[in-house]
């Protein structure tokens, strides 16, 4: 828990502290990129740290992934300019890739599915305090100290989650000799960030039909055939493709990328319709954000109830469902915006999510042995990062060509109109996460158990 809050608080923190940072720094066309290359580096880190995590054991990874956190931090905290804070704020997400990840792998090492619901619910409910928290420490170091504490913040939670995890977490590892698959892993690298670069940036940076758009999204996918290629001949292989050819795995991935998509959508609009529709304060905005991170852990803890006495895809469909309404109500109450409705949509919406989200990959974490597991739950994590980029993408095309058409930024019924035609596209990706859910296989988790418990004693002894 501690050391998710590291990767909580940062999401929640800087965004309030945006235009002091920009008085100080400057750079106010350039400020989008401290959050765009956190993400990216974040995203393309989350495989490699994954397969490492299966390969040399959790613990080694997660400690460097706070040591990494934790000096990107510092040199955040000290940047003497946007471009310098920009390229820590990439030192941070490499660190972050690593963290996010394995304290839900961790999780799944050492609780029963049965109890892992729960705790993944202790997990989320670090959002949840989060989302108020850090906006309000954001808001409360711009405006009485510096924004440079922000980042300073994070030294005694890295110092403490790091201590403790040293102290208190014990794994034991089959040492052995492995072939460390570093074609596949530059590649794959270099494959991702173009892509999500050109997801990220794409009717932002440039136009979607320049040649820098066109180019990353070609070489982008040319590496990607290439990755697979590559895959396919490796010893050990970074990422490997038998994973999905698991319907229960393709299935929750597919989960994953709708809850990303629906995450973002909210999180990024509701605030600003609130504020341009009912003149609310950007504080007030954000707590009706963070009515979703507070019914998200909410249901999750008491997910494993549901899940263990109906099934996973029973349980999955039912969150789906209720997301889904909560979106329709969402989109619904826009046409006469209140505080009130949004937060209860949002409220519900976050009740949904957290049927969804905990139980599919619980699932997921139970199919398969602990030398796959990290994979497993790097990639569902990795999923929902993609989610998140191209829902970006999508509904900003979406908001700019309806507030362009109806009078620009400067309009609030414009602002309007294009949020609430986010909200219509979120409500729709909500159904197509629906279907996604449908292509879950029927299965209890005692027969999951069962069968990863199988396939751990059919691998091949250590050499």
């Known amino acids: 828990m501690l050391a998710t809050a590291l990767i909580a608080l940062d999401a929640t923190i800087l965004a309030t502290a945006v235009p002091s940072i920009v008085d100080d720094l400057g750079g106010l066309t350039q400020f989008p990129w401290l959050f765009s290359v956190y993400l990216l580096a974040q995203a393309v880190s989350v495989p490699v740290y ?51 990840p394995l304290t839900t792998t961790i999780a799944g090492d050492i609780y029963t599915v049965a109890e892992r619901a729960k705790t993944q619910g202790y997990i989320a409910s670090v959002w949840a305090v989060s989302s108020v928290v850090g906006p309000t420490l954001g808001g409360v170091f711009s405006q009485f100290g510096s924004w440079r504490w922000i980042f300073f913040l994070n030294i005694p939670f890295c110092l403490l989650a790091a201590g403790m995890l040293w102290r208190n ?59 697979g290629v590559i895959e396919r001949r490796a010893a050990e292989p970074i990422l490997p493709l038998e994973v999905f050819s698991r319907r229960l795995i393709v299935a929750t991935c597919l989960i994953s990328i709708g809850v990303g998509a629906v995450l973002v959508g909210l999180t990024s609009y509701v605030p600003t319709f609130l504020e341009r529709s009912t003149g609310v304060t950007p504080i007030v905005a954000g707590l009706a954000v963070a009515a979703l991170t507070i019914g ?54 976050g009740l949904g999510l957290g049927l969804v989200a905990t139980p599919t990959l619980i699932a997921a974490q139970a199919s398969v042995p602990w030398s796959e597991r990290a994979v497993v739950t790097g990639t569902n994590m990795f999923m929902r990062s993609v989610g998140s980029a191209v829902g970006v993408a999508i509904f900003g095309a979406v908001a700019n060509a309806i507030i362009a058409a109806n009078g620009g930024p400067s ?42 418990a199988e396939a751990a004693a059919a691998e091949p002894a250590p050499a």
């Open 169 to 227: 977490y014990d794994e034991s590892v089959e040492r052995r000799k492995h072939h460390i698959d570093y074609a596949g892993a530059v590649v794959l690298t270099v494959s991702l960030t173009l892509l999500i670069l050109a997801v990220l940036e794409g009717g932002q940076a440039w136009a979607w039909g320049s040649w820098q758009s066109i180019g990353s999204f070609v070489v982008g996918g040319a590496l990607l055939v290439v990755f």
């Open 411 to 452: 309009s609030a019924a414009a602002v309007q109109a294009g949020s609430t035609a986010v909200f219509l596209a979120v409500f729709i990706t909500a159904v197509v996460a629906i279907l996604a859910g449908l292509l879950m296989p029927a299965v209890r988790a005692e027969g999951l158990e069962h069968d990863a």
């Open 50 to 100: 994954a397969k490492l995590a299966d390969t040399v054991g959790r613990k080694p990874v997660i400690l460097f992934g706070i040591g990494l956190f934790l000096v990107g931090s510092i040199l955040c905290g000290f940047a003497w300019s946007m471009g310098s804070l920009i390229a820590m704020r990439a030192l941070q997400g490499l660190g972050a890739g690593a963290v996010l």
């Open 296 to 349: 998200w852990p909410i249901s999750a803890a008491q997910s494993g109830r549901l899940y263990l006495r109906i099934g996973f895809r029973p349980t999955a469909l039912i969150g789906l469902v209720v997301a889904a309404l909560g979106a329709l109500a969402l989109w619904l109450a826009s046409a006469t915006p209140t505080v009130w409705a949004t937060a209860g949509s949002a409220f519900v919406v």
